[in-house]
């Protein structure tokens, strides 16, 4: 069974570029959340997607957005890139969001130069 | 807000030695969550504890929660050096009457376990 698969992996941006990254969930998960990693601020949750809608929103200001397609697979923007937003992207698979368990891909780290 | 408090934050121990780390939180709720993190990995999912009194144990981990006290631990038994690694609890506050905030983490416990 195939876990979750985020893609790039890796990503050096400029500082005002924009960026999207990708997540496939489990096959047959419907729930897709994002979340920030950094040193500094720990995990942070950034936004959840169940069927195409987002249901929850995280505190992040709004050059960050995402959002999720039929097939379930997500994908989320950040614009107009700042040096903080360096961190580790990490996207969690749920089959619902009711106590189920997620499960977290591998990443994508974004590297803001 | 809800705020989830992990300590303590590094631990360093023997093999072969017992500890428990301590996961608070703030606000009511009934779902929590352990992950496990190793360096430029991603997160496992350890444990999913859905209701008062919950235990779950696997292999040298057993957690447990009580809602009441707003506690969760993870205690390792007579631990490996394979344990070493980050552990995080996370609580989920989306139920909470409309509660917005996803899965809360707390800043993990960065465990080295010593031969």
């Known amino acids: 069974k195939a876990g979750v698969t985020q893609t790039p992996r890796y990503l050096i941006k400029t500082r005002g570029q924009q960026v999207t990254l990708s997540c496939s969930p489990i096959?047959?998960?419907?729930?897709v959340s994002w979340y920030q990693q950094t040193p500094g601020q720990g995990l942070q949750f950034l936004f959840e997607?169940?069927?195409?809608?987002?249901?929850n929103k995280g505190n992040f200001p709004g050059r960050f957005s995402g959002r999720q397609f039929s097939n379930s697979r997500s994908e989320m923007n950040v614009s107009t890139l700042e040096l903080g937003d360096s961190a580790l992207y990490l996207c969690a698979s749920s089959f619902d969001r009711d106590g189920t368990e997620a499960f977290f891909g591998q990443g994508t780290r974004l590297t803001v130069v | 807000e809800l705020k989830v408090e992990q300590n303590p934050l590094f631990l360093s121990m023997q093999e072969g030695k017992n500890y428990t780390i301590y996961c608070n939180y703030s606000?009511?709720?009934?779902?929590l969550y352990w992950y496990r993190q190793d360096p430029g990995k991603s997160l496992e999912s350890l444990f999913v504890?859905?209701?008062?009194?919950a235990v779950k144990q696997e292999g040298r981990l057993m957690a447990s929660l009580d809602t009441k006290a707003r506690l969760s631990t993870l205690h390792i038994t007579a631990a490996v050096h394979d344990l070493s690694a980050t552990y995080f609890c996370?609580?989920?506050?989306?139920?909470?009457?409309?509660?917005?905030?996803?899965?809360?983490f707390g800043k993990g416990t960065h465990l080295i376990i010593q031969p």
């Open positions: 996370a609580v989920d506050s989306s139920a909470l009457r409309g509660g917005a905030d996803g899965l809360t």
């Open positions: 096959s047959g998960h419907r729930s």
């Open positions: 504890l859905l209701s008062n009194g």
């Open positions: 997607y169940f069927s195409e809608t987002q249901r």
């Open positions: 606000t009511t709720s009934d779902r």
